[in-house]
Nanobody, 125 residues
Framework: QVQLVESGGGLVQAGGSLRLSCVAS????????MGWFRQAPGKERDFVAA????????YYADSVKGRFTISRDNAKNTVYLQMNSLKPEDTAVYYC??????????????????WGQGTQVTVSS
C-alpha cells in the first residue's frame, strides 16, 4: 500500500530553520506531483508548496514565498521542505501529499490522493 512518512518537525525559535522530509513507498514516485500542506489547530488544511513530478514546476503559497523551498529527489523517493526564517504563525502540523493528476490545481487539497500522517512544527516567539 501507499505510504508517505514525514519527518523533521520539531520546536524552533522564531527566525530559525527546519527541513522536513517525506519518504514515499508503494507508488511510482517519479510519476507523482508532491505537495506540502499545513493545518493549525481549529483551522483548515492549507496549501504550502507543490512540485511537479519532473520538478520543473514549483508553486508556493504567498505566505511562505522567499522563506520555504520545496525540492525532490526521485532516486530517493523523497520530497523536502526547507523552511527558513520561521515565524510563530508557521506553527502547524505539516502534511505531504501525492497525486498523479491535477484536476483543479496544485493548491487544491482535494486533488491529492495520498497523505502522510503529519509532523508537528512549533515556532516559539
Amino acid at each position: 500500500q501507499v505510504q508517505l512518512v514525514e519527518s523533521g518537525g520539531g520546536l524552533v525559535q522564531a527566525g530559525g530553520s527546519l527541513r522536513l522530509s517525506c519518504v514515499a513507498s508503494g507508488l511510482t514516485f517519479s510519476r507523482n506531483a508532491m505537495g506540502w500542506f499545513r493545518q493549525a489547530p481549529g483551522k483548515e488544511r492549507d496549501f504550502v508548496a507543490a512540485i511537479t513530478s519532473s520538478g520543473l514546476r514549483i508553486y508556493y503559497a504567498d505566505s511562505v514565498k522567499g522563506r520555504f523551498t520545496i525540492s525532490r529527489d526521485n532516486a530517493k523517493n523523497t520530497v523536502y521542505l526547507q523552511m527558513n526564517s520561521l515565524k510563530p504563525e508557521d506553527t502547524a502540523v505539516y502534511y505531504c501529499a501525492a497525486t498523479t493528476t491535477y484536476r483543479v490545481g496544485p493548491t487544491s487539497r482535494h486533488d491529492y490522493d495520498y497523505w502522510g500522517q503529519g509532523t508537528q512544527v512549533t515556532v516559539s516567539s
